[in-house]
């Protein structure tokens, strides 16, 4: 919960998981999706000795609704 509190990307994608038309998570299964994304990217980091970047957890969202306007 402070994820979704204090970080603006992981607000956006519970956001995200929460009202999406096709297959919507309850808030619930989506702060749970998000913290296994948050484990990955801890994991990500760790490997391959990089910032994080906002930015390229955005990219999900961005092409996502790119195939949904598509449809």
Do not use: W
């Amino acid at each position: 919960m402070p994820m979704l509190a204090n970080n603006q990307e992981f607000k956006q994608l519970h956001e995200y998981y929460t009202t999406r038309r096709d297959n919507p998570l309850k808030p619930k299964q989506s702060m749970i999706a998000l913290a296994c994304k948050l484990i990955r990217i801890f994991f990500a980091l760790g490997q391959k000795h990089v910032n994080y970047d906002g930015e390229k957890l955005m990219n999900d969202i961005e092409r996502n609704l790119d195939l949904q306007e598509a449809a």
